[in-house]
């Protein structure tokens, strides 16, 4: 292509050519490479030109003879010294602020003419091309941006020259020497201090949102160069700018440190899920090839209970790709000043953008925007809006910039977050299964000097029902304390052949229970099999319901049937129903759940099954778990047929009971244990097969119960040779539990009745505790449990 070349038409500017074809001005010297290079290439030029007011050109270094007057030598750092002419041509005043762009470097130097050069030369001082990198090709152009006043600079020393302390006289120094310069984020500086030449690099930014004024025409252009200068923002320093000056080094070794920290291979359990999140992540960052000019979403959201490892696995895949990164906590970023948070959130998704590829973390982000409500205040609002916008940017360009966020509250979320093109990968980081502990517990033993066997960590991870990953940890950590605190207490340092052992672990368990249980735990009496006399009946039906399908889960998928959901005890007072529950919470090793009718009703509406809901959530959350409820028939009471029905509190309660037992919601390995006396006044809708799938009548103890039972009382009371147990059994015809054991306990008193210092319980003692004592179950109560067995089976 033969380029058409015209003078300038001003004399000031006769030594330079216009091309007629591309329009770039250049100097007669350029004219020959020009011809075969029109139009240049404006990223790699090999002859310098102007093009749309900007001087495409090449770095020099700065050694005039005959320096500029009036100005002390210290400020020609700051300075650029380009042609008169060229000057004009670029609109550029002398003193404008100029900004010099040197590869992937930008900073801002004052404008200055200079004669002793050729018309487009560019040169800098030494000290400043060597500062900021500033070698080779060059683009000038006047700063025509909005500058940002800076309230806090956070800066790091980088030079050969340390200080050991911050001190008010290099606080003052920083002030006047860097008092009306812009810069940005990355730039270089530096300062004299007593012979020494300090030098620093700007970290972070903190704007106070006094922006220089800038006239109405310049705001305009600025529409066009926001992209020529990549989003890049400037700030101005004032006098009251804060200076806070960060160890380098120990910046360094925080980074090291974290990456050290947070491995992939130290997580355990989630490899799945952890590969689909990567799988998203490579293509969000431009590390796997996508599939047209289609961008997929950039959004990723980790959800799940408290301390199930959401953060951990984030920082791990951060970690991992070892990118450019920024945490977003919404502590950090609340401000009271109206629009503040909103700009901070802006420079960070404007940072990332700039170091692409990145990725932004925000923790809890649900505690950042919440939803959207009647209560939800100006500011929470504003910054959703402007979280929404922010989202809708990245994923509307290409730039490698994908956004993780994490929540323990999902319903929390805003609905417009959770769409396609904003967050629509969504990850439960779920409960652990005992599988799934098994690993993550190996990969915390670990780096922990132990002798637990392959069958100890499998036996841990089976009884650690619904232990999250932060629960396992607390384990760890108690175990390791129980060791410490049987150590000798001695000033020599911890032998390092100390081991954790499994009684160290089994005493720990004892402690630590599941973080979701706390809000609901209860402390189960420590009650076995073996303390309840009799009932073999009963124990194994409730070993079926419960016991058998953590056990042998395969047994049932292999008959394809699902467990029990619900067992009922019912029978006389005092048959030990509540004691057999206990004593399968103690047995079966599975969260335990106890309701209290009376716990559960309120007087605000709505209050009662919000309680009930919160009772199955808990116990899903933490399955497989046992709910007990003693005394069902107060909270499960028939519904009446009057008009009013359903307008009571109990009536409302017992329907959220039966929707929880079977409704859309999987139960999950979740059985309700339920005990009554009067099973005749349960609604039947909860007595129907998918609810209380499993009725059993608990009757008066038999010959063989009674006998169980004073044997397990009398084994640990002294009694006399002449007290014979048959007797007493044949004595105790009609008696509930609960009668013979008061019996028993009667028969002690009148031993101490006669001498506190007695030793020895007679059969007298016994006579006298059988007279006081009688049975108390009427036989219209026997009759009315009789009728009801026959009318349900």
Same mark, same amino acid.
């Given at each position: 292509?033969?380029?058409?070349?015209?003078?300038?038409?001003?004399?000031?500017?006769?030594?330079?050519?216009?091309?007629? +074809?591309?329009?770039?001005?250049l100097?007669?010297?350029?004219?020959?490479?020009?011809?075969?290079?029109?139009?240049?290439?404006?990223?790699?030029?090999?002859?310098?030109?102007?093009?749309?007011?900007?001087?495409?050109?090449?770095?020099?270094?700065?050694?005039?003879?005959?320096?500029?007057?009036?100005?002390?030598?210290?400020?020609?750092?700051?300075?650029?010294?380009?042609?008169?002419?060229?000057l004009?041509?670029?609109?550029?005043?002398i #003193?404008?602020?100029?900004?010099? /762009?040197?590869?992937?470097?930008?900073?801002?130097?004052?404008?200055?003419?200079?004669?002793?050069?050729?018309?487009?030369?560019?040169?800098?001082?030494?000290?400043?091309?060597?500062?900021?990198?500033?070698? *080779?090709?060059?683009? +000038?152009?006047?700063?025509?941006?909005?500058?940002?006043?800076?309230?806090?600079?956070?800066?790091?020393?980088?030079?050969?020259?340390?200080?050991?302390?911050?001190?008010?006289?290099?606080?003052?120094?920083?002030?006047?020497?860097?008092?009306?310069?812009?810069? !940005?984020?990355?730039?270089?500086?530096?300062?004299?201090?007593? *012979?020494?030449?300090?030098?620093?690099?700007?970290?972070?930014?903190?704007?106070d949102?006094?922006?220089?004024?800038?006239?109405?025409?310049?705001?305009?252009?600025?529409?066009?160069? !926001?992209?020529?200068?990549?989003?890049?923002?400037?700030?101005?320093?004032?006098?009251?700018?804060?200076?806070?000056?960060?160890?380098?080094?120990?910046?360094?070794?925080?980074?090291?440190?974290?990456?050290?920290?947070?491995?992939?291979?130290?997580?355990?359990g989630y490899?799945?899920?952890?590969?689909?999140?990567?799988?998203?992540?490579?293509?969000?960052?431009?590390?796997?090839?996508?599939? #047209?000019?289609?961008?997929?979403?950039?959004?990723? %959201?980790?959800?799940?209970?408290?301390?199930?490892?959401?953060?951990?696995?984030?920082?791990?895949?951060?970690?991992?790709?070892?990118?450019?990164?920024?945490?977003?906590?919404?502590?950090?970023?609340?401000?009271?000043?109206? *629009?503040e /948070?909103?700009?901070?959130?802006?420079?960070?998704?404007?940072?990332?953008?700039?170091?692409?590829?990145?990725?932004?973390?925000?923790?809890?982000?649900?505690?950042?925007?919440?939803?959207?409500?009647?209560?939800?205040?100006?500011?929470?609002?504003?910054?959703?809006?402007?979280?929404?916008?922010?989202?809708?940017?990245?994923?509307?360009?290409?730039?490698?910039?994908?956004?993780?966020?994490t929540?323990?509250?999902?319903?929390?979320?805003?609905?417009?977050?959770?769409?396609?093109?904003?967050?629509?990968?969504?990850?439960?980081?779920?409960?652990?299964?005992?599988?799934?502990?098994?690993?993550?517990?190996k990969?915390?033993?670990?780096?922990?000097?132990?002798?637990?066997?392959?069958?100890?960590?499998?036996?841990?991870?089976?009884?650690?029902?619904?232990?999250?990953?932060?629960?396992?940890?607390?384990?760890?950590?108690?175990?390791?304390?129980?060791?410490?605190?049987?150590?000798?207490?001695?000033?020599?340092?911890?032998?390092?052949s /100390?081991?954790?052992?499994?009684?160290?672990?089994?005493?720990?368990?004892?402690?630590?229970?599941?973080?979701?249980?706390?809000?609901?735990?209860?402390?189960?009496?420590?009650?076995r099999?073996?303390?309840?006399?009799?009932?073999?009946?009963?124990?194994?039906?409730?070993?079926?319901?419960?016991?058998?399908?953590?056990?042998?889960?395969?047994?049932?998928?292999?008959?394809?049937?699902?467990?029990?959901?619900?067992?009922?005890?019912?029978?006389?007072? *005092?048959?030990?129903?509540?004691?057999?529950?206990?004593? %399968?919470?103690?047995?079966?090793?599975?969260?335990?759940?106890?309701?209290?009718?009376?716990e559960?009703f309120?007087?605000?509406? #709505?209050?009662?099954?919000?309680?009930?809901?919160?009772?199955?959530?808990? !116990?899903?959350?933490?399955?497989?778990?046992? +709910?007990?409820?003693?005394?069902?028939?107060?909270?499960?009471?028939?519904?009446?047929?009057?008009?009013?029905a359903?307008?009571?509190?109990?009536?409302?309660?017992?329907?959220?009971?039966?929707?929880?037992?079977?409704?859309?919601?999987?139960?999950g390995?979740?059985?309700?244990?339920?005990?009554?006396?009067?099973?005749?006044?349960?609604?039947?809708?909860?007595?129907?097969? #998918?609810? %209380?799938?499993?009725?059993?009548?608990?009757?008066?103890?038999?010959?063989?119960?009674?006998?169980?039972?004073?044997?397990?009382?009398?084994?640990?009371?002294?009694?006399?040779?002449?007290?014979?147990?048959?007797?007493?059994?044949?004595?105790?015809?009609?008696?509930?539990?609960?009668?013979?054991?008061?019996?028993?306990?009667?028969?002690?008193?009148?031993?101490?009745?006669?001498?506190?210092?007695?030793?020895?319980?007679?059969?007298?003692?016994?006579? !006298?505790?059988?007279?006081?004592i /009688?049975?108390?179950?009427?036989?219209? %109560?026997?009759?009315?449990?009789?009728?009801?067995?026959?009318?349900?089976?």
């Open positions: 292509m033969t380029s058409k070349v015209k003078e300038s038409g001003r004399k000031s500017l006769s030594s330079w050519l216009t091309c007629e +074809i591309c329009q770039s001005i100097s007669q010297k350029d004219l020959t490479i020009h011809h075969t290079n029109c139009p240049p290439n404006f990223e790699i030029w090999n002859h310098d030109f102007i093009y749309n007011n900007v001087l495409y050109s090449t770095v020099e270094t700065y050694n005039s003879l005959e320096q500029p007057k009036n100005i002390h030598e210290r400020e020609f750092d700051d300075m650029i010294f380009i042609s008169q002419s060229a004009q041509l670029c609109e550029i005043a #003193g404008d602020s100029v900004l010099v /762009t040197v590869g992937e470097n930008k900073i801002v130097k004052t404008a200055w003419p200079t004669k002793d050069k050729s018309l487009t030369s560019v040169s800098i001082t030494k000290h400043a091309i060597e500062l900021n990198n500033l070698r *080779g090709l060059v683009k +000038i152009q006047k700063l025509d941006c909005l500058i940002n006043g800076a309230k806090e600079f956070i800066i790091c020393n980088v030079g050969k020259h340390t200080l050991p302390e911050v001190t008010i006289e290099l606080n003052i120094i920083l002030k006047n020497y860097n008092e009306q310069k812009i810069f !940005a984020v990355g730039n270089k500086f530096s300062i004299p201090f007593y *012979g020494k030449r300090l030098i620093y690099k700007i970290i972070k930014i903190i704007s949102n006094c922006g220089e004024n800038i006239n109405l025409p310049q705001q305009f252009k600025q529409l066009n160069f !926001a992209d020529q200068i990549h989003d890049i923002k400037f700030y101005k320093a004032f006098y009251n700018t804060k200076w806070t000056i960060l160890n380098e080094e120990q910046n360094k070794k925080q980074e090291e440190y974290k990456k050290i920290k947070y491995k992939i291979q130290d997580i355990g490899d799945k899920v952890i590969e689909d999140i990567k799988d998203v992540l490579d293509i969000g960052l431009g590390k796997s090839q996508n599939l #047209g000019d289609f961008y997929i979403s950039k959004g990723i %959201l980790l959800y799940g209970t408290a301390g199930v490892g959401k953060s951990i696995i984030s920082n791990a895949l951060i970690s991992e790709y070892d990118i450019n990164s920024v945490t977003i906590y919404s502590s950090d970023i609340y401000s009271k000043s109206l *629009g /948070t909103e700009k901070k959130l802006q420079d960070i998704f404007m940072e990332a953008k700039a170091k692409a590829p990145s990725i932004i973390l925000i923790e809890e982000i649900d505690s950042l925007c919440p939803k959207r409500s009647t209560s939800s205040t100006d500011h929470e609002r504003r910054v959703l809006s402007q979280l929404i916008t922010l989202f809708d940017d990245i994923q509307n360009t290409n730039n490698n910039v994908v956004i993780l966020a929540t323990s509250k999902l319903d929390l979320v805003d609905s417009s977050l959770r769409r396609p093109g904003r967050i629509d990968k969504e990850f439960e980081i779920y409960v652990p299964t005992p599988s799934m502990r098994a690993d993550i517990f990969k915390m033993l670990s780096k922990i000097p132990n002798t637990l066997s392959l069958e100890d960590i499998q036996n841990i991870a089976f009884v650690t029902h619904g232990f999250v990953g932060a629960d396992l940890y607390g384990l760890c950590s108690q175990a390791i304390l129980n060791v410490v605190k049987h150590q000798p207490k001695t000033n020599v340092a911890t032998d390092f /100390t081991k954790v052992t499994i009684s160290d672990f089994n005493r720990a368990l004892t402690v630590i229970k599941p973080s979701a249980m706390k809000e609901v735990l209860i402390e189960v009496p420590n009650v099999w073996s303390d309840i006399g009799g009932q073999k009946d009963l124990k194994l039906k409730l070993k079926q319901a419960i016991e058998w399908p953590l056990c042998h889960p395969e047994v049932f998928f292999r008959m394809g049937i699902t467990p029990p959901k619900g067992v009922l005890m019912f029978g006389p007072p *005092g048959c030990s129903k509540t004691m057999i529950a206990k004593a %399968l919470a103690t047995e079966s090793k599975v969260n335990f759940l106890n309701i209290k009718g009376p559960l309120s007087k605000w509406v #709505g209050e009662s099954e919000k309680a009930v809901r919160e009772v199955f959530r808990k !116990a899903r959350q933490v399955s497989p778990s046992i +709910i007990f409820i003693d005394e069902i028939d107060a909270l499960g009471g028939e519904r009446s047929s009057s008009v009013t359903g307008s009571n509190v109990q009536e409302r309660v017992l329907a959220q009971l039966l929707t929880e037992l079977d409704g859309v919601t999987a139960l390995s979740v059985t309700l244990v339920a005990a009554t006396n009067r099973p005749d006044k349960i609604d039947k809708a909860l007595l129907r097969p #998918g609810r %209380l799938d499993r009725i059993i009548y608990v009757p008066l103890p038999d010959y063989e119960t009674r006998q169980e039972i004073f044997d397990i009382k009398l084994r640990n009371m002294p009694i006399a040779e002449d007290v014979q147990i048959q007797d007493l059994v044949d004595l105790t015809e009609g008696y509930s539990g609960a009668e013979i054991q008061a019996i028993c306990h009667e028969a002690a008193i009148k031993a101490l009745e006669e001498d506190l210092n007695a030793t020895i319980i007679t059969k007298e003692h016994f006579k !006298a505790a059988l007279a006081i /009688t049975p108390r179950t009427p036989p219209s %109560l026997i009759n009315l449990y009789n009728d009801y067995i026959n009318k349900i089976y």
